[in-house]
């Protein structure tokens, strides 16, 4: 049977070590809200130049190798509000752009995203994304019926990783997010897919 890390050992020497090897997880699942100190220590708070946790509203959800859709660890995103020049964010979100009634429209979310694979291995990374209304029945996933798409690609230069523990420890690179939200009266459903390239 191959592993996690022998597919990451094959990956690394066929593309080049200085490539470094990426880590795709999937972030899907009916959330659950928590809190950042309730997943990370103070020390890991610390570590990651995390000065304010308590202003995040963060969510727990399974965390799932995509290709076989088991899960491998857990995931949690904590976002807040960033704003963006021009636009004014009001109750339901921006004021235009609204696709669903009473829904969120155009934001930005300044996310700390955390993948907990057990065992200590930890990567804590942060990263400004995109969140945007989907056109109701136009790709929307079925049920749950996704509300919006969202995402974040980095700049492939830098470092999205905040905090990396246990056998990703020392590691650095980009983390990029494309993924769809389901917001409705049950709270957050995640299906959103990642690539760490660390």
């Known amino acids: 049977m191959i592993n996690r890390k022998s597919i990451i050992a094959l990956s690394t020497f066929l593309i080049g070590s200085q490539a470094g090897a990426a880590e795709v997880v999937q ?7 928590t809190q950042m100190n309730a ?5 890991q708070i610390t570590a990651a130049g995390i000065a304010n946790p308590d202003d995040y509203a963060c969510f ?9 859709g088991n899960v ?5 995103d904590c976002l807040i509000f960033h704003d963006v020049p021009g636009q004014i ?18 934001v930005a979310v300044e996310a700390v995203s955390i993948f907990d694979f057990g065992e200590g291995d930890v990567i804590v990374t942060s990263g400004l994304t995109s969140v945007r209304p989907l056109l109701e029945e136009f790709g929307d996933g079925g049920a749950p019926a996704r ?3 969202s995402g974040s690609i980095p ?9 990396a523990e246990g056998e990703f420890s020392g590691s650095q690179g980009p983390a990029r997010v494309s993924g769809a939200l ?17």
């Open 27 to 33: 972030f899907l699942g009916q959330s659950v809200p």
């Open 60 to 68: 727990q959800m399974d965390m799932r190798d995509p290709a076989s």
């Open 72 to 76: 491998i660890g857990f995931g949690v």
């Open 155 to 163: 700049d492939p230069s830098a470092s999205s990783v905040l905090l």
């Open 147 to 149: 509300t919006h798409i």
């Open 39 to 43: 997943v990370l220590t103070p020390a």
């Open 182 to 198: 389901a917001i409705n009266s049950a709270g957050l459903f995640f299906d959103c897919l990642w690539i760490l390239d660390i």
């Open 89 to 106: 964010v009001n109750g339901n979100g921006l004021a235009n752009g609204k696709a669903f009634p009473n829904l969120a429209g155009d």
